[in-house]
RNA sequence: GCCGCUAUCGUCUAGGGGUUAGGACGGGUGGUUCUCAGCCAUCAAACCGGGGUUCGAAUCCCCGUAGCGGUACCA
């Protein structure tokens, strides 16, 4: 079957992500769905930032995302960094739109107030749904899909404290800026029906959906087959030396395959030819020894020697980090062949330096090792900007609540980074080595110990939050 | 629990009423090579289960089962 659009010209997609968080490679695989679909039919891809959450929305994981998805060779007609017709791209900066919105429906009686929670306290605005019957939902991926009503709850378009939800923040920026096909992750598959009565009921046509089967086996135990757990950040990947090219080839094979066999392709290619309405609909496993074979091709064949210490130079062996290093390892080194031993880990990928558990725990108990290091991957994730300064800051408050010196804290930081107890000062290093790299190494590291127990985590999880 | 989606080698997939069910990653074996990697050759490896429909089902239908998603004033 040809693939259509929803009928609308022109062909305007999306991408709406969240910043919170690490940049997803599950992000940068619905952009790409949503890129090629845009240009394989002559039309807009619209970067739109969904910071609805304001608990949790940081400017820099903004920045973060905009980054990845353009290394990755992605780029956007419109978005809040380069503005469009439709701007502002923010959410944030755009709310009143849909306070209308959810005022006119409450005018219209098509929605409510709900008083609930705190007694006395701000009310939130509910969308009234039909309490029976059968919605038909248009997926352009999945005919014939029905639902029923009574499943559908109302949901919450404002919340209390003013702002929308998901729901109607996404369909107000979807209409206003003419959004002409959604392709989304299939977790949005049961509140389409909301999505739906939504259009219906501010009086707007609604766009073709697209819901594209979710990525498995991210940081969560996916499956029973395959037991190690991927890197999700697209960040890692990067910092640990994989080509941008590679990974969009990559996530691009995960849904189209071509028919000679050949699965090396670029991004021309795939945008030509792939078709949506043929991606396989079971979720793929983030398969990352495949990805790490497709890279070596990358770097094999479509780089000769001097092309590749070009790549390295980008990658990490630029003045700037060698000097960096250097300063790092200077104090340590007798000759300049000390610098290789002392330093070498900081020009590593994301393995950590094989170490059995006795060692890595440096005289401590395993399980008490792999407690500090997730405690320090907490720590070390809640950082806006990953500077020393604010490093130190992080790992002093662990061994503060921790009761012990930073010191004897740190000892089993420095093994899981290096896989020596004798290297470069940790702060340094790890702003040196990227924030994702240093958390995979420390989270390898804790799994190398044994792991944490869920529960455990838990109990360590609610300590921090008192 | 309830609602929904999905189901081909361990993984990504091709195919699709009659095929030796094809390719790639990973694994095995052999060759090339100063080791390794690479490259070449080669082997093992799959249609979730049960019922239908049919001369014939992996393919169509139904029922199970499993995985995943949703069931939030998260997205």
Known sequence: MPE???????VRTRIAPSPTGDPHVGTAYQALLNYAFARKHGGAFVLRIEDTDRARSRRSSEEAILGSLRWLGLDWDEGPDCGGPFAPYRQSERVDACREAAERLLAAGKAYRDHG?????????RLRT???GRV????????????DWASVDDPVLLKSDGFPTYHLANVVDDHRMEISDVIRGEEWIASLPKHLLLYEALGWEPPSFWHVPLLRNDDRNRTKLSKRKSPTSIDFYRQAGFLPEALLNFLGMLVWTRAE???????ETFVANFELTSISLAGAVFDTEK??????????????AAGVARLLRDWRFDDRTLEAAARLAQPRMRTLGDFAPLAGFLFAG???????AEALAGGRAPAEAAEWLLLAEWALEELDGFTEEGVHRALRAVADSLGIGLGRFTRPLYLALSGSASSTPLFGSMVLLGSALTRMRLRRAREALGGVSRRRQKELADRRGR
């Open 4 to 10: 259509t659009t929803g009928g609308r010209a022109p």
């Open 117 to 125: 929670g705190e007694a006395g306290g701000a009310s939130a605005i």
């Open 130 to 132: 039909p309490s029976s």
């Open 136 to 147: 038909e939902l248009p997926d352009r991926l999945r005919p014939g899909l029905t639902k």
């Open 261 to 267: 066999g050949e699965e090396k392709f670029d991004r």
């Open 291 to 304: 990805l790490a074979w497709l890279n070596g091709r990358y770097l094999r064949e479509d780089h000769d």
């Open 350 to 356: 994301g393995e950590v330096p094989r170490r059995d």
